[in-house]
């Protein structure tokens, strides 16, 4: 159980175009969800936190209008990284954590993004 | 606020070799505690955890026990397998911070045959 997908597992966009990557929780309902970034051997930033049906509360130092974040409904949330740049380039990946389970977060298998 | 420090890797064993990955904490509160592993080109896995002090947490043969009076919660096993060679984040979860995971930089360990 608690299996978080994410698509795609790797994309490369030119740049200025947006992309779309997506959280699912397979298996259980996520009310919350996270999105970390990860660059190279280093340790996970957070990004984000969403929260289904409300706005995400984002980090200090993360853009909103760049990094557009969207959690419909229970099992998905949706990260937009707008007009792609080279050094958005990195690891993205996210979590979910169910009603049930406040203190553990499932993570997703992430996505690499590179942007040329 | 709330912090997690745990030892530099790389670090390099022999396969069988006993594995120890340092990690102390600070917290305001009464956080949870965390053990992740990150294999190459993956996301995170959850290797254990402990929720409260005393605890211990067990899995696949790592162990980590929540010592509130040292706040640490090293990471071992008593014996490595090549296919154990990752990078291993401990983390906490405290409730004053929203249940945000806060992490420690990442170990990487290398399990030589």
């Known amino acids: 159980g608690a299996v978080v997908s994410q698509h795609p597992s790797r994309v490369i966009c030119k740049s200025g175009t947006s992309v779309k990557i997506e959280c699912r929780s397979l298996d259980f309902q996520a009310t919350t969800m996270f999105w970390y970034r990860q660059f190279p051997k280093q340790s996970l930033m957070l990004m984000a936190t969403?929260?289904?049906?409300?706005?995400?509360?984002?980090e200090q130092g993360v853009e909103k209008d760049k990094f557009l974040i969207n959690h419909a409904s229970l099992t998905l949330s949706t990260l937009t990284v707008t007009s792609a740049h080279p050094e958005d380039s990195s690891f993205y990946i996210c979590?979910?954590?169910?009603?049930?389970?406040?203190?553990?977060?499932?993570f997703g298998p992430g996505t690499r993004l590179l942007v040329l | 606020g709330d912090s997690v420090t745990q030892m530099e890797g790389p670090v390099t064993l022999s396969e069988e070799a006993f594995l120890t990955i340092n990690c102390t904490y600070t917290a305001t509160g009464y956080p949870s505690l965390f053990w992740y592993v990150q294999y190459p080109g993956e996301g995170l896995q959850l290797l254990l955890k402990a929720t409260k002090a005393d605890d211990k947490g067990s899995n696949k043969g790592f162990e980590a026990t929540y010592r509130k009076e040292t706040t640490s919660f090293h990471l071992e096993k008593g014996s490595v397998q090549v296919s154990d060679s990752a990078v291993y984040f401990c983390a906490l979860s405290d409730q004053a911070a929203g249940n945000k995971l806060t992490f420690g930089g990442g170990t990487r360990v290398l399990v030589k045959p």
């Open positions: 979590s979910a954590r169910a009603l049930h389970t406040q203190e553990t977060q499932y």
């Open positions: 969403s929260n289904e049906g409300s706005k995400a509360t984002y």
